[in-house]
C-alpha cells in the first residue's frame, strides 16, 4: 500500500486545546531544517531512485513543497468565515507534473523554505481567538479549527518524512 492511500485512510481526533498553537506551529517552522538534515548528506542516486510507479525521496520532498499553497489558501478560507475549505487535488497533478526528479534538490529545499517561512509569518500574526475559527475539511468532511489543520499539516509533513526515511532505509538495506 502507497504511503498516500495510507494517508488518505487516517482519520483525527482533534480535541486537544486551541491553546497548542505555539507548539504546533513550532512543528511546521521546524520541517524545513529536519527535511534538509535529512535529504542533504543523501548521494543523488537514492535521492532520485524509484520503485514502480511510487515517488523518490527528491519527490516526496517536492510533493511537501507542492502542498504550501493549499495550506495558505486554507488560511484564507478560515479568514474568509468559508463552511468548506477548499479542497485538496486528491491525485496529486501538481506533484506528477513537476517533475521534481529533473530539479536540483536546493532549489526545492530553498522554495520549501521560503513558502514554509511565508505560513509561519502569517500564523505567527494571528491574534489567539483566530486558531479558533472553524471550516468543515472536504475530504475528512468533519468541522475543524485553524489549530486543527496546522496540526493535519504538520501530521502530513511527518508522513512524508517518515516515507523518505523507509525509503533511504530500505535503499541502504538493498546494497
Do not use: C
Request: aromatic fraction near 8%.
Amino acid at each position: 500500500m502507497s504511503s498516500e492511500s495510507k494517508w488518505t485512510r487516517r482519520r483525527f481526533d482533534f480535541t486537544f486545546p486551541v491553546e497548542l498553537y505555539p507548539e504546533i506551529l513550532e512543528r511546521l517552522r521546524g520541517t524545513p531544517d529536519r527535511l534538509e538534515a535529512r535529504l542533504r548528506p543523501i548521494p543523488d542516486s537514492l535521492l532520485l531512485r524509484k520503485e514502480g510507479d511510487n515517488w523518490s525521496i527528491q519527490e516526496h520532498a517536492g510533493h511537501l513543497l507542492d502542498l504550501e499553497p493549499l495550506a495558505m489558501g486554507r488560511l484564507d478560507d478560515f479568514e474568509s468565515g468559508v463552511a468548506v475549505l477548499r479542497p485538496a487535488d486528491m491525485e496529486n497533478s501538481k506533484t506528477y507534473e513537476a517533475r521534481h526528479n529533473e530539479k536540483q534538490l536546493d532549489t526545492i529545499l530553498k522554495t520549501f523554505r521560503s513558502e514554509r517561512a511565508r505560513i509561519v509569518e502569517r500564523l505567527e500574526g494571528w491574534p489567539q481567538e483566530r486558531f479558533s475559527l472553524t471550516a468543515i475539511h472536504p475530504r475528512l468532511n468533519i468541522t475543524m479549527r485553524a489549530v486543527d489543520l496546522m496540526f493535519f499539516h504538520a501530521e502530513h509533513d511527518d508522513n512524508h518524512m517518515a516515507r523518505i526515511t523507509a525509503l533511504l532505509n530500505a535503499a541502504t538495506i538493498g546494497n
